[in-house]
C-alpha cells in the first residue's frame, strides 16, 4: 500500500487548503485512515488532527474542531482534509496515515505554510 499526499502550500491567515491522500489500492479495505503533523522544530504529534474510520465516523483533536473537516471518497481512494480559517499555528507537515489490520502505513508530508 502506498499513499501519496498532496495539497499543501503557502497560504495567508484565514485561507483556506485541501489536503489528498490518495491510496495506491481501495480505501474500502482501511479500517481508518488518520492526519498527523508536524510543525517545524518539532516533533510530530502523537494524536492525529483527525481521522475517519471505515464506517465514516470521524475524530478531530479539540484544537482543530469546527475548522478541519475529514472525508473520503472511496471511488477515488482519497482522503481528504479540507482546513480553513488556517492560522500561523497550523503550519507543519502533514501526513496521513492508514490501518489496515493490524498494519500502519505512512504517505510522505505535504507542507502547509500559513503566513500572518
Known amino acids: 500500500v502506498q499513499l501519496q499526499a498532496s495539497g499543501g502550500g503557502l497560504v495567508q491567515a484565514g485561507g483556506s487548503l485541501r489536503l489528498s491522500c490518495v491510496a495506491s489500492g481501495s480505501i474500502v479495505s482501511f479500517d481508518a485512515v488518520a492526519w498527523y503533523r508536524q510543525a517545524p522544530g518539532k516533533q510530530r504529534e502523537s494524536a492525529s488532527v483527525?481521522?475517519?474510520?471505515?464506517?465514516?465516523?470521524?475524530r478531530y483533536v479539540d484544537s482543530v474542531k469546527g475548522q478541519f473537516t475529514i472525508s473520503r471518497d472511496n471511488a477515488k481512494n482519497t482522503v481528504y482534509l479540507q482546513m480553513n480559517s488556517l492560522k500561523p499555528e497550523d503550519t507543519a507537515a502533514y501526513y496521513c496515515?492508514?490501518?489496515?489490520?493490524?498494519?500502519?502505513?505512512w504517505g510522505q508530508g505535504t507542507q502547509v505554510t500559513v503566513s500572518s
Open positions: 496515515k492508514a490501518y489496515q489490520k493490524g498494519r500502519v502505513y
Open positions: 483527525a481521522s475517519i474510520s471505515s464506517s465514516g465516523s470521524t
